[in-house]
């Protein structure tokens, strides 16, 4: 009986300690990472970027000041972008992904908005580890 | 011994790569900057030239792998220990950087005037 007790706790005590070590070595190199460079553009704000009126001022009160100015065909351009982050570790292999999203506003000579270029944005990138593959 | 394994494979991609068939639609002389925003969504970048403009579409691919083959020595030999690991240090590692870039011109009207790819993915990878 007393002996049939004692396979039973090693047994267990094989596991819990099998346990442990797997916990302790998957835990260990484990590490999940997200970040965004500047907002993503609010799609209400762009919206509200009229086409043959909207001036450069509005536009810089919708988003703020662009992050580059263009001069491209006689026009100034507004650049705004923005990038996401995923990031993820685990034991010997990681895996970061980054997506950015732009948008331009094109204004005439005289300052008012021409064209809104945002098109589709970006999916959100994925969290991964796996470096392999596509 | 895992923890703090200097075996690691890394990689970092930045955007998604546009395929030929994404462009198929694009005419020379034809297709405007709206028609592509439309299909492709906004350029990565954009600059003048003198005859109109250059915007580009970039997707980047940065793979990376290293291995210390001496790390697992101490545990060999433990005299080691006593020795900094840079005198006897041996680590491989290699990688590249691989960009993939489609590149579209556009007259002072921002109609297309010729557009291609600029493929060097094979850059990146993982062997030393």
């Known amino acids: 009986m007393s002996c049939n007790i004692n396979t039973r706790r090693n047994t267990l005590g094989r596991i819990l300690t099998a346990l442990l070590l797997l916990a302790s070595v998957i835990s260990s190199g484990c590490a999940f990472f997200r970040g965004n460079y500047d907002d993503e553009f609010n799609a209400d704000d762009v919206a509200a970027i009229k086409v043959g009126t909207s001036t450069r001022q509005d536009v810089a009160n919708l988003l703020g000041a662009p992050e580059r100015v263009i001069e491209a065909n006689d026009q100034e351009i507004f650049h705004y972008y923005n990038y996401m982050v995923k990031s993820g570790t685990i034991l010997f292999f990681s895996r970061t992904n980054v997506v950015g999203n732009d948008l331009y506003i094109f204004f005439s000579r005289d300052g008012i908005a021409q064209q809104v270029i945002s098109g589709r944005q970006k999916p959100s990138p994925k969290m991964q580890f796996w470096p392999f593959g596509d | ?128």
């Open chain 2, 1 to 128: 011994m895992l923890q703090g394994c200097p075996l690691a494979w890394r990689r970092v991609s930045l955007n998604e790569v546009v395929q030929q068939d994404d462009v198929s639609f694009i005419i020379p002389g034809e297709t405007k900057l709206s028609d592509i925003v439309q299909r492709l969504g906004a350029p990565s970048s954009m600059k003048a030239t003198q005859t109109g403009s250059i915007i580009r579409y970039q997707f980047l691919d940065i793979k990376y792998f290293t291995v210390n083959l001496t790390r697992p020595l101490p545990y060999l030999v433990p005299a080691l220990s006593a020795v900094p690991s840079d005198l006897y240090q041996f680590t491989i590692s290699g990688g590249g950087i691989g960009t993939d870039e489609l590149q579209i011109g556009l007259d002072r009207d921002w109609t297309v005037v010729h557009f291609s790819f600029a493929h060097h993915l094979k850059a990146s990878h993982y062997t030393p």
